[in-house]
């Protein structure tokens, strides 16, 4: 979208888990991407290649992919990633690891989490949920980049 006080943002919304029916189509993702360009955002929606256990990092890498890609259009300046769940846990993985020097995460200027995962870290993780839990606190305690997190008390995958 080329036209607009928004046309420079490009949103990229990351699902919830494969595993419990997460991807690209989720009523979640397409909704989320509808109401972004309703505003004149572009938006990115990607579906994590591969299906199951795994320890987020073959994810992470196909996060930092579409982020690359996303940097690369002459029109987006800025990136908001938006990322539900499993894609939370993903998103927070890469931040953490990435240098604030590096051109592709200097265009991110926020996160939304909604439902971080984080009590389910270590099952969806095969057992690296002590990384991914330093990811997350990394990332939770830096200044970089704005952060909004929602978070409920049950969905439809988890009930408490």
């Known amino acids: 979208n080329e036209d607009g006080p928004n046309s420079t943002l490009c949103v990229l919304l990351v699902h919830p888990w494969a595993v419990l029916g997460g991807d690209m189509n989720n009523r979640l993702i397409v909704g989320g991407a509808q109401f972004f360009q309703s505003l004149g955002c572009s938006t990115l929606r990607i579906n994590f ?7 987020g990092l073959r994810e992470k890498n196909q996060l930092a992919a579409a982020v690359a890609f996303a940097s690369s259009q002459k029109s987006v300046t800025k990136i908001l990633v ?15 690891e990435i240098s604030s020097a590096e051109e592709d995460v200097n265009k991110v200027v926020g996160l939304c989490s909604v439902n971080l995962a984080r009590e389910w870290l270590g099952w969806m993780t095969m057992g690296k949920g002590g990384q991914v839990g330093k990811a997350v606190d990394d990332v939770m305690g830096s200044e970089v980049i704005p952060k909004l997190y929602l978070q409920s008390g049950s969905d439809s995958f988890y009930r408490r």
């Open 49 to 55: 290649r591969g299906w199951g256990m795994s320890n």
């Open 82 to 96: 938006l990322a539900f769940s499993h894609g939370s846990m993903i998103t927070h993985m890469l931040l953490s």
